[in-house]
T-cell receptor
Framework: DAGITQSPRHKVTETGTPVTLRCHQTENHRYMYWYRQDPGHGLRLIHY???????DKGEVSDGYSVSRSKTEDFLLTLESATSSQTSVYFC???????????????FGAGTRLSVL | KNEVEQSPQNLTAQEGEFITINCSYS?????LHWLQQHPGGGIVSLFM???GKKKHGRLIATINIQEKHSSLHITASHPRDSAVYIC???????????????FGSGTQLTVLP
């Protein structure tokens, strides 16, 4: 298994509170991703990172921010949690190496977040 | 319309049956991935295809680039194959510093003993 740890694994919080989810990798992969998974939807990309301090928005980035101060850590912050952000969040890593790469991704175990 | 459509959404089979899960997509791609999500939530990559067919144990994945279609087959299915199977594409148009996958919504497979 790829060395990816997500924390916490489960969290219940109240509307309006800030929440930070952590993804830690031991593979030294350059690329890291945050997805959310909701019933009836495929995994949807929130933000991704292509290096330390280099991040970009994905498909569903509103209400989320990210930071990557070290290669191994990628943090996802919900600035003011809303009930619509109740979801399962997955972190993934990859060694996408340009145009010839096929972007094989390795996933963490997920964080189940409930916003009440 | 989603770029990636999987069928069926749910599938129940008896142990030993041959299973087929389908994935259709609407854009040009450079690769297609099949992933498995275990009942506990963990997601693992099964195959990455850009043409032809790949086989791993009882799992076979095929792709037809011209028809924009891929299938995942499971031979001699077993209850431990019960999981969600997810198709994902890497579109040719994917841009940005990291080329991004587009995921289907998954097929829930249940294999009964």
């Amino acid at each position: 298994d790829a060395g990816i740890t997500q924390s916490p694994r489960h969290k219940v919080t109240e509307t309006g509170t800030p929440v930070t989810l952590r993804c830690h990798q031991t593979e030294n992969h350059r690329y890291m991703y945050w997805y959310r998974q909701d019933p009836g939807h495929g995994l949807r990309l929130i933000h991704y990172s292509y290096g330390v301090k280099d991040t970009d928005k994905g498909e569903v980035s509103d209400g989320y921010s990210v930071s990557r101060s070290k290669t191994e850590d990628f943090l996802l912050t919900l600035e003011s949690a809303t009930s619509s952000q109740t979801s399962v969040y997955f972190c993934a890593i990859s060694e996408s190496l340009g145009a010839l790469a096929k972007n094989i991704q390795y996933f963490g175990a997920g964080t189940r977040l409930s916003v009440l | 319309k989603n770029e990636v459509e999987q069928s069926p959404q749910n599938l129940t089979a008896q142990e030993g049956e041959f299973i087929t899960i389908n994935c259709s997509y609407s854009v040009g791609i450079s690769a297609l991935h099949w992933l498995q999500q275990h009942p506990g939530g963990g997601i693992v990559s099964l195959f990455m295809l850009s043409s032809g067919k790949k086989k791993h144990g009882r799992l076979i994945a095929t792709i037809n680039i011209q028809e924009k279609h891929s299938s995942l087959h499971i031979t001699a299915s077993h209850p431990r194959d019960s999981a969600v199977y997810i198709c994902a594409i890497l579109p040719l148009s994917s841009s940005g510093s990291a080329r991004q996958l587009t995921f289907g919504s998954g097929t829930q497979l249940t294999v009964l003993p």
